[in-house]
């Protein structure tokens, strides 16, 4: 009895509250709501009548995925796509509308690998030489023996140099680079440290003719190294010392930017700028030396960053004589970071340099083999830091690599990690989607089904068609397979990303974008040879490469690389459609409009005009062939 009294007040109740809902429902519709502007989810930018090239497919084919005519983005994401009309009635009466008038967009394109930061600091010290020299003066020597050679740098030191400035260096250049008399000059020690000492006994002495060949006076040494308070040892000096980038990249920018931060700050900033002009959005690269990061973390905080970093922690390797030990201290960062700056793993910089001394398996001449280097071979430092890292479950970037050899050293330990720790499986291996640049004169063909089933994805720089050709007159023109093998990497399942690394719009002109990408496509150089024209690729793998594959590269495929809802608002608009012009046209493609986060970076003027707004950022002047100086001839 009691039960069935509850049940019979509760559908009273029931029936009460309904009654008093619809009441409330039917008299709040009848009175007119104003709700805050704010509250409401318009969309901040439409961009419509385009066709909007999403790059969605993320697989290792020639589909650039879905299309749309339209899209919305809200703050820095995008939020809706679809037709014109679709998307236009989200529109409210603060969306800002641009009219692409059939225009194709991309997602914002991505760099896998460029010195932006570094090539900030080498444009800014030739703008600023009186500046500079007070820290270091730089000369160039030139000979046609190594008897000149060695008595135009004593005559520099004793009369250009008669007179330093306190803590002034002098940095001597060798005339010709790789493919001159300087290489040999200094790895067969036709110079030698003492008789730098005895023309320079104070004066610091840098005598350089490349990344690989290089000789310190005692001087130059114990100034380099206690400024880093590492001891100046001859051992510390073989192991914190590898490369001689290390004193473009670290001598001026620690020095002179230590008390001029903002300076510093500054001029990446312009750098960033005139190269997102270009339609790049995110960029990767290591930071080597003590002044960029802060520099960096000014821009942050700021909110001034004009493209994104995905940067590899490379200060275990700037002068540093313990790269194992610093790896375990310094801890693994990948994926730390924000929007606009984030780690992507620690690396050494370099495993091997430029040619000649690069890091191969080919046969050469003796002339050449004998100046070849692999800084990582096993048992030696760099060996044991590259093991420590995998060891630990780090994940390591190789963030120079030239010849195969290198890449077979690394390969080697990160099988043996596995097959030493059952913890470490190769699914965990192949996880950490170790990366390495360049692709030089490497992979080999035999080398792509272990990169396969480590995981390994490369970044490829096309200009490598011209800078590696002349280097087949040594190693053999069957080894043209070997130049940037895209077209082998994606029929073995190895993914391969775009690298810009000789394109620097910095100076306010140079080469098109889409120049640079379409070598992919008829891989032919400068001189006009086809380098193995069976590893040529189409124009959507080529742009696969530099959007969606390269998010992969940046471990950010989930907030870049594409144009979906929620990703990032990162997108460039070209003047003409890349998908569709005549292949020899592709190079004349440029960019009218970078954005970055639904903000506009870059506009040029014809569109500005167009849509009655003011440009945006650095007008490019843009080139779309460039001629390529390949040198003396090698043999």
Known sequence: MINRMRRTSFAIFCIMFFCVSFFCVSAWSQQSVTVPIELVAYPDLIIHNGKIV?????????????????????????????????????????????????????????????????????????????????????????????????????????????????????????EGGATGIGFPYLLQDQLTREELDDWAPTLPVLVQAGPGAWLLNTAAR?????????????????????????????????????????????????????????????????????????????????????????????????????????????????????????????????????????????????????????????????????????????????????????LDYVMDIMEQVVEENPDITMDFMRSLRVTSDHCGLYPRPSQLPRMKRLGIILSCNPNFINRSTPWLDVYGWDKANRISPVGSMIKAGVMPTAEYEGLNLGSGEGLTPTAFLSLFLHRTNARGQVVAADEAIDRVSAMKMTTVWASFYVLKEKELGTLEPGKWADFTVFDKDYFTVPEEEIPTVIPLMTVLGGKTISLREEFASELGVAPVGPQIKFQFERDYDFGVPLL
């Open 222 to 406: 114990d100034d380099f190294l206690e400024y880093y308070s590492v001891p100046p040892t001859d051992a510390n000096e073989e192991t914190a010392i590898t490369m001689a980038t290390i004193f473009g990249r670290g001598l001026i920018a620690d020095r002179y930017f230590d008390t001029h931060l903002n300076v510093l700050a500054d001029a990446i900033e312009d750098q960033l700028q005139h190269q997102a002009a270009g339609g790049f959005t995110t960029y990767s690269s290591h930071i080597v030396g003590l002044r960029m990061e802060p520099a960096f973390r000014i821009l942050v905080k700021e909110g001034r960053m004009p493209m994104r970093l995905a940067w590899a922690h490379r200060l275990c390797q700037h002068v540093e004589p313990d790269n194992a030990g610093c790896f375990l201290r310094t801890g693994d960062w990948s994926g730390m970071g924000n929007d606009y700056f984030w780690n992507v793993g620690l690396t050494l910089g370099g495993i091997d340099a430029g040619p000649p001394t690069i890091c191969t398996t080919m046969d050469a001449p003796e002339k050449f083999k004998s100046q070849e280097r692999c800084l990582i071979q096993p048992g030696n430092a760099y060996y044991n830091a590259v093991q420590t890292a995998f060891r630990t479950r780090y994940r390591y970037v190789v963030n120079h690599l030239y010849g195969d050899k290198g």
């Open 54 to 174: 999403t790059m969605d497919d993320a697989s290792l084919n020639n589909s650039p995925g879905r299309t749309f005519e339209a899209m919305s983005v809200r703050g820095d994401s995008v939020q809706f796509l679809g037709t014109s009309a679709e998307v236009l009635r989200y529109a409210g009466p603060q969306t800002r509308k641009i009219d692409l008038n059939g225009r194709t967009v991309i997602p914002g394109m991505i760099d896998a690998h460029n010195h932006l930061h570094n090539g900030a600091v080498s444009r800014w010290v030739r703008n600023n030489m009186e500046i500079v020299d007070p820290i270091v003066k730089r000369f160039t020597v030139a000979g046609q023996t190594f008897e000149e050679l060695s008595k135009g740098i004593e005559l520099i030191i004793k009369e250009n140099m008669a007179r330093p400035l306190p803590d002034q260096w002098a940095m001597i250049g060798i």
